[in-house]
């Protein structure tokens, strides 16, 4: 799971949070495919989102502390209420049924780019 604010990306994985323009982030993950959920946030509450996914993370877990994570915490500290997915799916499917976060048939389709290669990994759709 990563987060998209003011062109820049959020990312967060074994190395810490990766931030970055959308377009380069884009390109280094053209291997899969991904969806965007645009979020009803204020222009406060975007510097907001995006103070608090550029702060400390702690260390990467799969388990504890996964990439879903930072995203989670930032939005339900912010009053959201989108819970603890341990898969980008299932915080998908939280951001969707948060009518005060987003709208119905909002979201985008990002396709993957390129043929991934080595393993894959299907709960990271």
């Known amino acids: 799971a990563s987060a998209y604010i ?3 990306s959020y990312s967060f994985g ?3 949070m990766d931030i970055r323009p ?3 982030f884009l390109d280094l993950n053209g291997f899969r495919e991904g969806f965007g959920f645009p979020l009803k946030l204020s222009g406060p509450e975007e510097q907001q989102f995006g103070s608090c996914l ?3 993370q702690g260390g990467y877990s799969w388990l504890h502390n996964s990439c879903t994570d930072p995203i989670e915490r930032c939005l339900n500290g ?4 989108v819970g603890d997915s341990l898969t980008p799916m299932g915080l998908g499917e939280s951001i969707e ?3 005060k976060l987003y709208s119905p048939g909002s979201w985008h389709d990002y396709p993957a780019s390129r043929p991934a290669e080595g393993p894959k990994s299907p709960w990271a759709k």
């Open 97 to 99: 049924a948060n009518p």
């Open 54 to 56: 550029s702060s400390s």
């Open 14 to 16: 074994p190395n810490g």
């Open 22 to 24: 959308l377009d380069q």
């Open 78 to 81: 912010m009053g959201y209420g």
């Open 6 to 8: 003011n062109g820049k």
